[in-house]
């Protein structure tokens, strides 16, 4: 069931999926369509389906500063994620290295990953975050021993939005010698990225983050870096991910990222303006926090911490007003702990609760803010009257 | 997470909300590190609940069962609110999600608690009563 109420719309859910734009729409029917060739095919039809992927592979490849022949077509992040870490886990433990280095604020797709291998046998540090939501390089540092097989970092956190040193961290990993991946999901698009320039050995990418399709993403490869096959088959990527390519999703990736990066800057300026009002007016609200650095933070995240309010509640109650945010409340996670992000910050279990983010695009307009700003404190102001910590709360402040 | 037609009623338009200044027992269950909180205001006279209020931090499905339990013990007498189950809140809400059942057990334990205050400001020992308030297991 959509229920959409009458009124306005606001799609302030970026971080989790955007909407497909109308160009990349457009460039994957034809694939849907009369262009339905198995790129491994001989003749003509084939040859076409073949020539589109390439050419995606070559505008995924201009995005990151890499080669096309480093990009490798996947279903989605975390299967590049997957891939990344557990192949280099794998190829570096027959040298004897069964160390990896990650941070606690990693998304899933790399936490549990890693757990996996700590299973495995592999041992893993969990490097924790500084209160402004930024790993320390020289915690980095300090991690890295010498039978260290990986360092991962995520180069934007998907809660709340900060940007990770990952110039700073391939510099370090490439001097000491270590494989470095980053997940950088949130970042496509958003942050100028150059895998040579920055020193990135594997970087992992999903295209429904900015306006592609879902169920499509890429790992970028390290020419010269040898793992493992990830899917073995036929000879697709190179024979390094098997199954027959899913040529619509992988156009639509290939137009979506050069859209992105082709107006990374302008696109930025209009989002991160619309970002800083919200976050200006919001913190207006008495007992209030924005989680996270203010500057070194994805131009469309906003996650701010309101006290005496549990997140579900406001969701439900921004929903029921058409407006689409997310929280790291326990109730949103199906478990009772609240975002290990925002506890990894050292905020309290019951601050964390009340959190909310707002995450916009290019798609968003100063009207939706206007409409968030109306709507948002009312809401605030409603589920605090009905808490009954919100008195004490408003004593201590 | 999908909620029940009910249990959306109950937390858009939440019954029996607010505070009870002249309440003749106060109850409050569950913490913020979890989550939830609920406290229960009620006026007994003559073995009757005559009103109750309630306040509570937490999700929908906390504040769909506190307005909910409020409802089910109104105007009932003290033995028939003793006899409030979390299944009989989960009941009337026309089910729950299995992992907010543990919102319905707290909204026994509230009307229970404040119940227990009740009988303590009586200077009556509740348990034998209302017998033994445990913790939320999942708190735990």
Redesign the interface.
């Known amino acids: 069931m959509v229920n959409i109420p009458m009124g306005r719309f606001v799609y302030a859910d970026n971080a989790a999926t955007t909407r497909i734009s109308e160009p990349v729409f457009q460039s994957m029917v034809p694939f849907l369509t009369e262009q339905y060739g198995n790129a491994s095919s001989l003749y003509g039809l084939g040859r076409d389906s073949r020539r589109a992927i390439e050419k995606a592979r070559e505008k995924t490849a201009n995005a990151l500063g890499a080669e096309a022949r480093e990009i490798f077509f996947t279903s989605c992040g975390s299967e590049s994620d997957n891939w990344a870490i557990k192949s280099t886990a794998l190829a570096m433990s027959h040298k004897g290295k069964k160390h990896i280095v990650t941070t606690a604020f990693e998304h899933h797709a790399v936490l549990h990953t890693c757990q996996t291998l700590e299973g495995q046998g592999f041992e893993v540090t969990y490097l924790p975050i500084e209160p402004n939501g930024i790993v320390s390089v020289e915690k980095v540092e300090k991690a890295i021993r010498p039978d260290t097989a990986l360092v991962t970092v995520m180069y934007a956190n998907n809660e709340i939005g900060t940007i990770q040193p990952i110039p700073e961290v391939g510099k370090l990993c490439r001097e000491k010698g270590v494989v470095f991946h980053t997940d950088a999901v949130q970042a496509v698009g958003a942050v100028p990225i150059d895998v040579k320039a920055q020193n990135i050995d594997l970087l992992s990418l999903s295209a429904h983050k900015f306006h592609g399709p879902k169920g499509v993403g890429a790992l970028y490869i390290r020419k010269g870096l040898v793992i493992p096959n990830f899917v073995d088959g036929g000879g697709q990527e190179r024979g390094r991910r098997a199954g027959t390519e899913n040529n619509a999703y992988i156009v639509g990736l290939g137009t979506a990222i050069e859209l992105a990066c082709a107006s990374m800057e302008e696109k930025n300026a209009k989002v991160s303006a619309m970002r800083d009002r919200l976050i200006r007016e919001l913190l207006k609200i008495p007992c209030t926090r924005l989680n996270g650095d203010p500057v070194k933070r994805l131009p469309g995240n906003v996650n701010i911490s309101f006290e005496g309010v549990e997140g579900e509640s406001l969701l439900l109650m921004l929903d029921s007003k058409g407006i689409c945010g997310s929280s790291g409340s326990a109730c949103t996670s199906g478990s009772l702990d609240p975002s290990h992000v925002l506890l990894s910050i050292g905020l309290k279990h019951e601050v964390a609760h009340g959190s909310l983010r707002l995450s916009l695009s290019d798609m968003n307009s100063e009207e939706d803010v206007d409409y968030i700003l109306e709507q948002l404190p009312p809401i605030v102001q409603r589920l605090r009257d009905m808490s009954p910590i919100w008195e004490k709360i408003q004593r201590e402040a | ?1 999908l909620y029940s037609e009910k249990v ?1 009623d109950h ?2 338009n ?1 019954r029996n ?1 607010g505070e009870m200044p002249d309440a003749n027992g106060v109850g ?1 269950v569950g913490n ?8 229960m205001y009620l006026k007994i006279e003559d073995g009757f609940i005559k009103d109750v209020k309630f ?9 769909a069962t506190s307005s909910m339990a409020t409802e089910l013990i109104k105007g009932k007498s003290i033995e028939e609110a003793l006899k409030l189950t979390n299944s009989a809140v989960v009941e009337a809400l026309e089910g729950l999600p299995p ?2 059942i ?1 919102c319905s057990v707290l909204a026994e334990q509230a009307v229970k608690a404040a119940l227990s205050d009740y009988y303590t400001r009586l200077g009556i020992d509740p348990v034998p009563i209302v017998g033994v308030l445990s913790d939320c297991e ?2 735990h």
């Open positions: 997470m959306m937390f858009t939440p909300v409050e913020a590190k979890c989550g939830d909180i609920m406290r306040k509570t931090f937490g999700c929908g499905a906390a504040i992992v907010k543990h999942e708190c």
